[in-house]
DNA sequence: CAATCGCTGTCATATTATGCCAAATCTGAA
DNA sequence: TTCAGATTTGGCATAATATGACAGCGATTG
């Protein structure tokens, strides 16, 4: 559903802007070929029409403490009624869980949930997760190791 | 593997640059209760204990025509030989797959990859997935849609 | 108590952000 | 091709911010 259409150079901006939030307006007007004012009235336009969706501070989670990442597969019960709304409101207040998506498969849905260790991810398991409305099936995956992790978006591969 | 010992104030400004990286330094300042120039060295800090990886633009995939996310588990043969280093780079080099983790469980691989829609997955399945190096089954799982992503990690939540 | 260490706030200066406006470019029609 | 209208750009002036030097404050230690 693409409401706005890009050039080469908006294109160059998000590029730029994925790798690095932090740069400067002079500096991304200079990357992109642009002087900085008009520059940064489309850095202005994207971000008012929502292709950018926000800045992050990306975290290192074992710098952190928070050293167990955790893909969770949950089957619930045939969607009707209120526990598909009680689950996602569930979901959305539990801080750990950074990533859930309704999906197709084995599982209803994948979540991903950060915590500092496999105590921690019990205690969370047991107390919470099993509780959620509707739930009837929970596997846990553990990551390993961590190969890729938010990696820029395909730019260079966008449909047109 | 915390090598820094963080603070109140520490935790504020990384919670603060989680939700918004493109805070000014005088924002964040006055958000955590320092002035500019203290606020602005702990952050340079941050970043060179590695606490912070990096700053990054979060873009709004279905506006950028980027409207399907796949999780796809993957096993590969027993890891020996130079299969999993050819799967790593092989992964590593491909756009679409914006992460990748070594898990335990069903699959040994997690991926998840953006494209513009199903024509497109269909191409990146049959042309390349299954021939990566070592792969001995795939299993795509089709986000219907997300309820959450890349949520702030829980700092609320750090061990000690 | 005195010395030291770590951290803070203040201040001056270099850089940057931002809005205005004229010039340049593009588009479509005659 | 030429021209008018619409869009976008670059330059400029001003306000705001980043940045580094420096002195002061507070806690710790001997």
Known sequence: MPNLKLDAIDRKILAALQR???LTNVELADEVGLSPSPCLRRVRILEEAGVIGG???SLNRS???LGL???V???VERHHGAAPDAFRDAVRDMPEVIACHLVSGEADF???IVVADLAAYE???LGTLLNLPGVTDIRSNFAI?????TAPLPLGHLPQ
Chains 1, 2 share one sequence.
């Open 20 to 22: 690095n939030a932090r």
């Open 55 to 57: 800045y992050h501070a």
């Open 63 to 65: 710098e952190l403490g």
């Open 69 to 71: 990442t955790v893909f």
């Open 73 to 75: 597969g949950i089957k």
């Open 110 to 112: 994948l979540l991903q």
């Open 123 to 125: 205690k969370l398991l």
């Open 145 to 149: 190791r961590t190969l890729k992790e």
